[in-house]
């Protein structure tokens, strides 16, 4: 069982920066993989990106490839995405998720964070 809480959510300009954190619970989290969605009003939950269990591999959607970085942290069972870049575009609510592998699809993870708030201004 893991247990997932997202902070650092807020707004942002056009071009700034922000990092999100997710903290888990539950000792196995060095077994799960770990994914970060996003969600639009009005829109489906999409993927963003992911981080396989050692950390040794990331892969980023489309839209986010070279602006945004996921990492974790095994020992304080954190996991975080680093946010450059930011257009108005990436507007949304973000889910950090874990499940026993890592993929772009939201059914492969078990357990979601309630979401925080991310908004960029132009």
């Known amino acids: 069982q893991v247990q997932l809480e997202e902070s650092g959510g807020g707004l942002a300009q056009a071009g700034g920066s922000l990092r999100l954190s997710c903290a888990a619970s539950?000792?196995?989290?060095?077994?799960?993989?770990l994914g970060w969605f996003r969600q639009a009003p009005g829109k489906k939950r999409e993927f963003v990106g992911y981080?396989?269990?050692?950390?040794?591999?990331?892969f980023y959607a489309d839209s986010v490839k070279g602006r945004f970085t996921i990492s974790r942290d095994n020992a304080e069972k954190m996991f975080y995405l680093q946010m450059n870049s930011l257009k108005p575009e990436d507007t949304a609510v973000y889910y950090c998720?874990?499940?026993?592998?890592?993929?772009?699809?939201?059914?492969?993870?078990?357990?979601w964070g309630q979401g925080t708030q991310v908004t960029v201004s132009s």
């Open positions: 981080i396989t269990r050692s950390g040794g591999s990331t």
């Open positions: 539950g000792r196995t989290f060095s077994n799960y993989g």
């Open positions: 998720a874990a499940g026993l592998y890592a993929g772009p699809t939201t059914g492969i993870y078990d357990y």
